[in-house]
T-cell receptor
Framework: SQQGEEDPQALSIQEGENATMNCSYK?????LQWYRQNSGRGLVHLIL?????REKHSGRLRVTLDTSKKSSSLLITASRAADTASYFC??????????FGKGTSLLVTP | DAGVIQSPRHEVTEMGQEVTLRCKPI?????LFWYRQTMMRGLELLIY????????DSGMPEDRFSAKMPNASFSTLKIQPSEPRDSAVYFC???????????????FGPGTRLTVL
């Protein structure tokens, strides 16, 4: 079953602009992860935020988590063409397996 | 480190044929996951193993699907007989959980794109 749902489904911006993607989930979580998938490739882990954290940074990435609203956002600042990919949020189901949303497809044009 | 290795990368077969997908996890990882990705359903967990033991196979769609992990460095996902609706990209991922309750990232292989005609 899908736990996280990303919004928007697709996003098109120009290089240098910021990109914001949102994720909503249904049940309580211990942490939430974001992954990136380039076309034709496997997923790559970007960042993990724990339930007791509200914000986390990694390079040009900024993730926020609002457990009261059951939502998270991923901000990519000063985007580059190389950021073109699909982005997924993921939460844990029972055990250590992940539930993924359907992703946000980001297109960054030069 | 070579990362998670999957083979074949592409597989085209006819309905009714047996298909075997292979995965080599990252050395030392104790969890292995099989996912399926389609446009309609997104990424779905099929089954996962801990120390070669299947833990949760509730995502395996039917008895036509089976998965094994005979040792820590190899796993297979078999579909017999295959059907056109099995067409998807199948991913294998592995993870190392050092401490109970420690949630770590999963490392994904490049996937196998399966087309069943």
């Amino acid at each position: 079953s899908q736990q996280g749902e990303e919004d928007p489904q697709a996003l098109s911006i120009q290089e240098g602009e910021n990109a914001t993607m949102n994720c909503s989930y249904k049940t309580s979580i211990n942490n939430l992860q974001w992954y990136r998938q380039n076309s034709g490739r496997g997923l790559v882990h970007l960042i993990l935020i724990r339930s007791n954290e509200r914000e986390k940074h990694s390079g040009r990435l900024r993730v926020t988590l609002d457990t009261s609203k059951k939502s998270s956002s991923l901000l990519i600042t000063a985007s580059r063409a190389a950021d073109t990919a699909s982005y997924f949020c993921a939460t844990y189901r029972a055990g250590y397996a992940l539930n993924f949303g359907k992703g946000t497809s980001l297109l960054v044009t030069p | 480190d070579a990362g998670v290795i999957q083979s074949p990368r592409h597989e085209v077969t006819e309905m009714g044929q047996e298909v075997t997908l292979r995965c080599k996890p990252i050395s030392g990882h104790d969890y292995l996951f099989w996912y399926r990705q389609t446009m309609m359903r997104g990424l779905e967990l099929l089954i996962y193993f801990n120390n070669n033991v299947p833990i949760d196979d509730s995502g395996m769609p039917e008895d036509r699907f089976s998965a094994k992990m005979p040792n820590a460095s190899f796993s297979t996902l078999k579909i017999q007989p295959s059907e056109p609706r099995d067409s998807a990209v199948y991913f294998c991922a592995s993870s190392l959980v050092r401490l109970a309750g420690a949630y770590n990232e999963q490392f994904f292989g490049p996937g196998t794109r399966l087309t069943v005609l």
